[in-house]
């Protein structure tokens, strides 16, 4: 069916979606966990259904990696249809893997995609306004969403390896409880597709890095030796384990099976490609309000 990628084991939580007005497949990625409260369109792009050509080929979501703009802000204009959110609505980050989360206005519409961005260093979003789209870009690192179906509001975090050891999901759900008042209760999580513990290998100092920041009783879970003295890394599992010290409960999380490497043919991968490629995007945003009664 689809797209033809390889699930690891584990539940599938994915649904392959989007074919656009016109017809034309657009496909990406969206959570049952999420499309089932009905308060969100969310999604995360493919290397399918785009317009830029060579090692960009199609869907790249990138205007800083040396591909052709109007290609770009095409592809995002078709990603966009499919999901159903507009770009002037869209609001990008600006990632240097640091653990900075942006609180997004009114103010930011479009900031990225056609507007300029004014802000630096940041790698997660948040905001409580409806249909702004949050959007950050991956090519292996982590994917985190959240959505707060109570206070509605949602965010958006790029979790790489120093994300991870930073903690950003914490981060994150800490900056929607002070902002916003949110419970940590009632916030819906997931982990987005990005590179499995299998194709993940990385040197001692990292893993020191997540001795320090995780208890010692996961580690077992998190990493493991090899014998060319380096290590495979489960970001997956490191995630989850982030959104728990955040009070995300068990039955509100999804954490994905689909690994970028292990599908590099669908999408853009860094360990697989190296800098010869695009990048891919998350995406969320929250309903207006009388949308959702309109459809109950
Ligand atoms: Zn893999």
Request: net charge neutral; charged share 30%; with cysteine.
């Amino acid at each position: 069916m689809g797209l033809g990628l390889v699930y690891k084991d584990g539940r599938h939580i994915f649904d392959e979606a989007g074919v656009d007005e016109n017809g034309q497949q657009v496909p990406f990625l969206k959570f049952p966990l999420f499309e089932n409260t009905g308060i969100v369109r969310h999604g995360f792009s493919t290397r399918k259904g785009g317009v830029s050509e060579g090692c960009f080929a199609s869907m790249n979501l990138s205007f800083d990696r040396g591909d052709d703009p109007e290609a770009v802000r095409e592809n995002f204009r078709r990603i966009g249809r499919a999901i159903g959110v507009r770009c002037e609505d869209m609001v990008l980050s600006r990632q240097t893997h640091t653990t900075n989360v942006r609180v997004v206005t009114e103010a930011d519409r479009g900031k990225g995609v056609i507007r300029e961005r004014d802000y630096n260093d940041v790698d997660g979003l948040v905001t409580d306004v409806p249909d702004i789209c949050l959007v950050t870009s991956y090519a292996d690192c982590v994917p985190l969403y959240f959505v707060d179906p109570v206070k509605r509001v949602i965010g958006l975090s790029h979790s790489g390896w120093r994300g991870t050891v930073g903690k950003i999901g914490k981060k994150t759900v800490e900056l929607m409880q002070e902002k916003f008042g949110c419970d940590s209760a009632d916030i819906l999580a997931a982990v987005g597709p990005s590179i499995c513990v299998e194709c993940y290998e990385v040197s001692e100092d990292v893993i020191g890095q997540f001795r320090a920041a995780f208890d010692r009783e996961f580690w077992k879970e998190l990493f493991y030796a090899k014998e060319n003295g380096k290590y495979q890394l489960n970001l997956w599992k490191a995630n989850e384990l982030v959104f728990r010290e955040a009070g995300i409960l068990p039955e509100h999380m999804a954490v994905t099976n689909v690994c970028t490497r292990c599908n590099s043919k669908i999408l853009y991968s860094h360990r697989a490609m190296g800098n010869r490629r695009g990048n891919l995007c998350a995406f969320l945003a929250l309903n207006v309000e009388k949308q959702d009664k309109k459809r109950v």
